[in-house]
């Protein structure tokens, strides 16, 4: 039986962060990851460049960016760690990166480099790693938590879970942290996909999966009052329904059977531009659209009325109101989401009424939940990894 201050599972972004951070603040720390290689996600993450934290991040309100039962839980860790605090530790080993678009910080080279910073700080925290290893079973009793490894038994006063949430099985998603969080009779927020792709009818589709690859800027909304989401972001066309930024966002906040709302010319009065063209245009309406919306959704659109199919000048004023309202209120209703398989994040999880706010320390002594695996779900832009470094570095503080 080996001893260790500390064990963390799960050697993604929260987890490597925390095990850096505890060791060299002088714990003994044992690291366990059953996958084959490390940080896997932080790899495939912003398109293989990491969107590592957003600079637009207000820590005083959470909810701005964050979403969960309570959005304020996430103020503490939030406060003590910034996006600062984190570039600052990238410049101290060097590695480039670059501001992309509405705050989103993105690594120059690659999120190999992150990964290396990452790394690189276990080793001066003089952290023990054993990957891949699973773990087998967890037990609490009098000397603290004993886990069943690939590797033998290990005991520990503290127990640290940052395996993260369900998306992308195929490279080691597992419920491993909510199961745990279930054996110890903690609180688990029903689990849904997020930051994902919305699905529709495919019937209904149909006339729309032509357009599969194009995007443009759209204004989204969805739900009501608080729970309402809003995004001004690019809409991409998919053969299955709707991406992009804005359908990604919209998405954590979209629940079953609600519809969206989509505005596909923003800050524009589509219905008095038509209505002005309509005076002096003999060219064919769609033509006219085409000045205002790619070409490819103009004619989609307009083949959906044959009154739309007309010299601008004689398409009657009905069927324009009707066109505008269309484009600029467009309601629609998703009949489901990718899945996990597309998902970027878990909305969802250890639920934060059983956690502290400070340290991460559950109801259960000496178990602490860290990452993506608790119910903070943050916007798309860098903010899950943030929420991953500050949930870690909070954790790591107090053990
Ligand atoms: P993370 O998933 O990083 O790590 C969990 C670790 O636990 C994994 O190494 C896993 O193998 C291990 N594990 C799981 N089950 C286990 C078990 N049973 N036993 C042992 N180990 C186990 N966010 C962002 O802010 N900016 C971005 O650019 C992106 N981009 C992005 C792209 C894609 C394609 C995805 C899928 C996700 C993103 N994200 C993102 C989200 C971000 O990757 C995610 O929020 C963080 O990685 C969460 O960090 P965690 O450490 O909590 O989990």
Known sequence: ????????????????????????????????????????????SGGGRANFTNRDLDPRAPQKHYLG??????????????PTDFTALLQRHGVPFHEKHKGQLFCDRSAEDLIKVLLRECETGGVTRWQPCAVKAVAHGADGYTLETGQGSVRTPALVVATGGLPIPKIGATDWGLRVARQFELPVVPTRPALVPLTFDERAWTPFAELAGLALPVHIETGEKKAKGAFDEDLLFTHRGLSGPAVLQISSYWREGQPLRLDLLPGVNLLQTL???????????????????PSRLADTWAAQDPL?????????DKALARLAEGLQRWQLTPTGTEGYRKAEVMAGGVDTKALSSQTMESQQPGLYFIGEVVDVTGWLGGYNFQWAWASAFACAQAL
């Open 275 to 293: 209505t002005e063209r309509k005076l002096s245009s003999r060219r064919l309406l769609t033509n006219e659209l085409a000045t205002l919306l």
């Open 69 to 82: 039962e309570n959005p304020h839980f996430c103020r503490s860790a939030l406060s003590r760690y910034t």
């Open 1 to 44: 039986m080996l001893d260790f201050d500390v064990v963390i599972v799960g050697a993604g972004a929260a987890g490597l962060f925390c095990a850096g951070v505890a060791g060299q603040l002088g714990q003994r720390v044992l690291l366990i990851d059953h996958a084959d290689k490390v940080a896997e996600k932080i790899r495939i």
């Open 308 to 316: 739309l199919q007309r010299p601008t000048n004689e398409v009657p």
